[in-house]
């Protein structure tokens, strides 16, 4: 979708129930919200005409509808989210409901006005007509009406978005906001220049194609959009990503090049052809592209360009976002490493790490660099915080072993071999990662977190300070948009476990994906799915990886007896005995007590009680 993962990382959804204490709890929450933050869910327009040849337009319509609403501010629901409610209350897939299922679809995903509509055309003229029905309660909005010939359907649908945006905030705030003052029609009609109607259709087309990698004909849909409307940022956007996500950067990069960094869509092309860089080995590439999102502010823009034009260390400046930022630094901390600038990277990752000090990335990308510019003491301390939030990190405690003795503190160094052989390992079974072969060793991030794009609605609190919890007594309520985007997660991992369970991995891989960036603190779930996604796969370095990654969100006898079996798959037997001995001390559950024993009596069978044989 050509807004659906910016609209992701802000909208989540918040499952209903039909008791009364659900009903009050979604009144409650809905006259908290601050205003303007309502939200709305789009249904696909009914064809009422008989031309089958425009039924595309439907869903083609609501996608630009979503889209346009964005640009004006309006949160606006993307098609995944709609599908995965009606899958989830065992509803046909369709784009006809009635008023009354369309507001149980509505309450499912806690929206606050629902859109839907009609359109007709007899081959030369077309018509379009929208209603929007409030919530709660419900209260039908009057129809909304644009008329014209057919090759004029672009500027009709843009007047249409304006009249509905205006409707729905005039409706919330109580007062109009459109007009000569605030947003008129015409600034509102500036923003989307006249499209071809032929390159719109291939364009939805080729987004509503499934996403497989032996999909080709979307890959074809995407390019003619893109040909046919060369200025016209989605369609390269699209594409960007679309070959991104089969790793083929060469590919990507000359779309992703196409979109301008003041685009909607600009920061997260930035940030993707940054990483297409990093995987290239062009570093000098990358930190242009960093550093370019940066200084310019495109991510949040706060407290930025003085670390990423200089590096002489992290800015300071309150309420900014989270993650994406983090993400963003750290990458260009990674690029800088690997072009010699120790310093700067330094800079880099300390300030990743204090925007977002949970992820052990940061911690360890610290540390490895302090190794690499002969800097034990502050290694220690970054090693030392990764190993507090993922305690059996081999590698981890391996380096910060290196680094004691490195600084003289051949006790403290004993001290963490006994630590470790506490866990059930032999001191000799420590991963040998010497300084000398640090290159290399940095944890790139992947993805940008898109909820930092946009800041949640009256919040000025870093993100990384909110708690992914329900409020208690003498607490401070949770913020609205982050309680719905942790809710909004688990629906995604609903979605993933039903795909996984039918076999469909590429789909799970994707639901599980965006499970763990709406909610990476909450996330263990999400790279649980991924984990076992990978080992089907035969990718077990990669599941190892996310299985790592969910014992850092949550430390779970279970997650680690699945490492154990994984470590054992790579004849890696001490860091199995690890895992298992750790899941003994966890959990007491007889069932999980009989597993991981009889995995040690098979590691003892074929290693050995310690050394391997």
């Not at 129809?143 to 978005?161: D, I, K, N, Q």
């Not at 919890?469 to 949770?478: M, V």
Request: charged share 25%; with cysteine.
């Amino acid at each position: 979708m050509a807004t659906r993962n910016v609209l992701i990382g802000v909208l989540s959804t918040l499952a209903a129930s039909p008791t009364c204490v659900a009903q009050s709890f979604h009144s409650a929450a809905r006259a908290a919200r601050p205003t303007g933050s309502e939200t709305l869910l789009v249904f696909p327009l009914e064809n009422s005409s008989r031309l089958a040849k425009l039924e595309w337009l439907g869903e083609g319509l609501a996608e630009l509808t979503i889209e346009r609403l964005s640009h004006a501010g309006q949160f606006a629901f993307p098609r995944e989210e709609r599908l995965a409610a009606i899958e989830k209350l065992g509803l046909p897939a369709s784009t006809r409901y009635s008023r009354a299922t369309m507001l149980k679809i509505a309450e499912e995903v806690d929206a606050d006005y629902v859109l839907f509509g009609h359109y007709s055309s007899d081959g030369k003229n077309f018509t379009v007509t929208a209603q929007v029905l409030h919530v709660d309660p419900p209260r039908l909005m009057p129809p909304l009406e644009e008329s014209g010939a057919l090759e004029e359907l672009m500027e009709m649908h843009a007047r249409l978005a304006w009249r509905v945006f205006c409707g729905v905030a005039t409706a919330s705030a109580g007062v109009a906001p459109c007009g000569r003052v605030a947003l008129s029609q015409a600034d509102f009609l500036s923003k989307f220049p006249p499209l071809r109607l032929d390159a719109f259709e291939y364009y939805i087309r080729g987004l509503l194609s499934p996403e497989s990698e032996k999909d080709q004909q979307r890959l074809r849909d995407l390019r003619e959009a893109a040909r046919l409307e060369p200025g016209w940022d989605d369609p390269a956007f699209a594409l960007g990503q679309a070959y991104f996500a089969r790793r083929d950067c060469a590919s990507a990069l000359p779309w992703l090049s196409r979109v301008p960094l003041a685009h909607e869509r600009g920061p997260e092309a930035g940030f993707t052809a940054g990483v297409c860089h990093l995987l290239r080995n062009d570093a000098a590439r990358a930190e242009a592209a960093f550093a370019s999102l940066l200084v310019r502010g495109a991510i949040n823009g706060r407290g930025t360009a003085g670390v990423a034009a200089s590096g002489e260390g992290p800015a300071r400046s309150g309420g900014e976002g989270c993650c994406g930022l983090a993400e963003a630094f750290n990458n260009l901390g990674v690029a800088r490493a690997r072009l010699g600038k120790l310093r700067e990277a330094v800079a880099a990752f300390e300030r990743a790490a204090q925007l977002d000090p949970d992820e052990v990335d940061y911690w360890w990308n610290l540390g490895v660099i302090r190794m690499q510019a002969n800097e034990p003491a502050p290694a220690v301390e970054a090693f030392r915080e990764v190993l507090r939030r993922q305690t059996g990190d081999a590698e981890a405690r391996a380096l910060l072993i290196e680094a004691l003795e490195r600084g003289g503190q051949a006790a403290q160094a004993a001290g963490e071999r006994e630590a470790f052989t506490r866990l059930g390992e032999p001191p000799a079974s420590l991963p040998s990662l010497k300084p000398e072969g640090l290159a290399r060793l940095e944890r790139v991030k992947m993805r940008l977190d898109l909820a930092s794009l946009h800041p949640f609605p009256e919040t000025s609190a870093p993100i990384a300070t909110q708690a992914v919890s329900p409020s208690g007594p003498g607490q401070s309520p949770l913020p609205q948009a982050l309680s719905r985007r942790a809710q909004h997660s688990q629906l995604h991992l609903t979605r993933g476990r039903g795909f996984l369970a039918a076999g469909k991995l590429d789909d799970a891989k994707r639901e599980f994906t965006e499970a763990v960036h709406l909610a990476p603190l909450t996330s263990a779930a999400g790279h649980q799915g991924l984990a076992e996604i990978y080992g089907r796969q035969g990718r077990t370095d990669d599941a190892v990886r996310e299985l790592r990654a969910a014992l850092a969100s949550r430390d779970d006898a279970d997650l680690r007896i699945q490492l154990a079996r994984l470590y054992m798959s790579q004849r890696r037997p001490g860091e199995a005995r690890a895992e298992l001995q750790a899941a003994l001390k966890l959990d007491p559950t007889p069932k999980l007590q009989e597993e991981a024993r009889q995995l040690l009596q098979q590691l003892e069978a074929t290693n050995g009680p310690g050394e391997p044989r």
